[in-house]
């Protein structure tokens, strides 16, 4: 127990110090600041991390011009030739991406007579994660449906035929487009880092495309491929919420609360102290020894027992303050949240987390094992409602 000499001393100084102000009376002026609170919405809000949500797409299926044709007979014709894709891109969010992709095919189109042509193709593309937007993010969904928008270049060369003619007077030979285009991929999970995609687009462009200039003033070039996508960098995405840590904040304003009352009695034993001038005998008063819980604590990931760098500056806090306090001795207390796994796995996970904070704390702090009790809690017992906020370390004194 701590002995506190009751101001004795001091309050002699007070009795000289009101004999010259024997009418003066002390003020004490407390300001209130006024505070503004903003309302956050209490919910999971999704990102990717920097390196991850790469992708890379390779493919092939048919190309068809939809331009104007027709054979000797004036019945329109449409010619379905092969065509192939290669594209990469990232997705920034869980719900959108960029994506660079080109085509390749030849083009064999009929009017009045059979012709044909080669040409290449480059889109910028945004592309929809509908799923994810309209379902909840899921980073493990089966199946999703993209919708996608691009813009880019084609170029189109070996025409044998056409009514176009370039400055010299004969049929033009090649040509560069700008075309819009607008299309669907279907995505289906084949492993963790591996997808197969199915895909159709269809891109617009002027009367020219097919080096015809006749009838509709629009032409149009339909793409569908099938093929693999490979993810790399990882595709899981990260969550933060903003009231995540509103318990630990609620607890601490209970803490300081405590505090304040404490100080009032503190106040109120001085206010007598004061009373009894001038200076009374000095009476030693014991006061209790008040303990000041340890608020450091340590968080962890779902089924995990892993300490992660974000959390191993509360492992050093309470480093610190044993070495500042060296005859303290400290209990680590390990939890699980209830609603994951069964009460004898998360039994074995709390005290595995209890042991990860504890070897830290020998080992790379050097902190005496006879100063360190552990404890698993498990499930059974909750510090807070929020179940998620339970997969947690929490220490207190011996």
Not at 47 to 73: H, M, R, T
Not at 87 to 97: C, E, I, Q, R, S
Not at 182 to 207: H, K, P, T, W
Not at 273 to 296: H, I
């Amino acid at each position: 127990m701590k002995k506190n000499i009751l101001l004795g001393f001091a309050a002699c100084g007070a009795m000289l110090l009101s004999a010259n102000v024997a009418s003066a009376q002390e003020t004490v002026v407390i300001e209130e600041a006024t505070l503004t609170a903003t309302d956050v919405e209490c919910a999971d809000h999704y990102y990717v991390e920097k390196g991850s949500g790469w992708f890379l797409q390779l493919g092939a299926g048919i190309n068809a011009p939809f331009v104007d044709s027709a054979d000797k007979n004036g019945d329109k014709t449409t010619n379905i030739t092969a065509a192939y894709n290669l594209g990469f891109g990232k997705w920034f969010t869980p719900y959108l991406a960029w994506r660079v992709s080109g085509y390749y095919g030849k083009l064999h189109m009929t009017y009045n007579e059979y012709y044909k042509s080669q040409y290449a193709n480059l889109n910028v593309d945004l592309m929809w994660d509908m799923f994810n937007s309209l379902g909840g993010v899921n980073d493990n969904r089966t199946f999703s449906i993209i919708p996608f928008v691009g813009i880019g270049g084609t170029f189109v060369w070996d025409y044998t035929g056409g009514s176009v003619l370039n400055k010299h007077g004969k049929v033009r030979n090649n040509t560069w487009l700008l075309p819009v285009s607008a299309g669907l991929q279907l995505r289906f999970r084949l492993c963790e880092n591996v997808d197969f995609i199915a895909e159709g687009r269809a891109s617009l462009y002027g009367d020219n495309f097919s080096n015809q200039v006749s009838g509709d003033p629009i032409e149009c070039n339909v793409e569908a491929t099938a093929g693999l996508s490979f993810a790399f960098g990882g595709r899981s995405y990260k969550s933060y919420n903003p009231c995540t840590y509103l318990g630990y904040i609620n607890q601490l304003n209970g803490q300081i609360n405590d505090l304040r009352g404490s100080l009032a009695t503190c106040g109120a034993a001085l206010a007598a102290a004061e009373a009894q001038l001038p200076c009374p005998e000095v009476v030693a008063v014991e006061c209790p020894e008040v303990q000041a819980p340890l608020m450091t604590t340590v968080r962890f990931s779902i089924n995990s027992a892993k300490v992660t760098s974000k959390e191993m500056v509360n492992v050093f806090n309470i480093a610190q303050w044993m070495k500042a306090n060296p005859d303290a001795k400290v209990v680590i207390k390990g939890y699980a949240d209830k609603k994951t796994g069964t009460a004898s796995y998360n039994q074995k996970l709390s005290e595995r987390r209890a042991q990860s904070v504890y070897n830290i704390l020998t080992k790379e702090y050097g902190v005496a094992a006879d100063r360190l009790t552990m404890k698993g809690e498990g499930s059974g017992s909750q510090i807070y409602d929020t179940n998620d906020w339970n997969r947690i370390v929490i220490f207190s004194q011996d």
